[in-house]
């Protein structure tokens, strides 16, 4: 395994995603915090061995589509084996997370959509540094400030519901889109 793959190097970003999942857990109560903390560290060894044979700092965008995390019909398998560990059934989970979500594990950046219309938004950001040197990592909130990674973002506001307010039309980072036509 490449140096730059070594499971430790995705926990910031598999921590920035787990924490946001589990705030919804919080938020819409029926779980308490133990469950909250057995969900965390289940799904965060879940994702860590489900990623560590496509984790690539080298290239982030390679493996994206297996990282992803989806729920829409369907309860994202991975989710759905945490939330058995605590108990919880998949229409639970339903009821507890929103019913349309994707959410982006890529090194150095996490990010999630909220709805099939929604704006994206960056949960998890950080530079790639040397091998051996820390690396510098942001969070941002959906309002758009930055913070150090032990602030993660902990708003209620959504960030469709920001655009809204502020009037914004575009998300804050330019992403390539790719149009398919029949």
Known sequence: MHTLCAR??????????????S????????VNDRQVQTFNQSLQDILAEQYKHHWFPDRPCKGSGYRCIRINHKMDPLVGQAGQRI?????????????ELTLWV???EVSYRIGEDGSICVLYESQPGPIGMPVTATTSSPSGN???MSTMVDSHISCKEELMVLGRTSPSKAYNMMTVSS
Do not use: W
């Not at 430790?8 to 999942?21: C, R, Y």
């Not at 705030?23 to 029926?30: A, T």
């Not at 108990?87 to 019913?99: H, K, N, V």
């Open 23 to 30: 705030r919804f857990l919080r938020v819409k109560g029926h």
């Open 87 to 99: 108990g919880l059934t998949i229409q639970q989970l339903y009821m507890l997370l929103p019913s």
């Open 106 to 108: 890529d090194p150095f």
């Open 146 to 148: 930055s913070g150090s």
């Open 8 to 21: 430790g190097t995705m926990k910031p970003e598999i921590n920035a995603a787990v924490g946001f999942l």
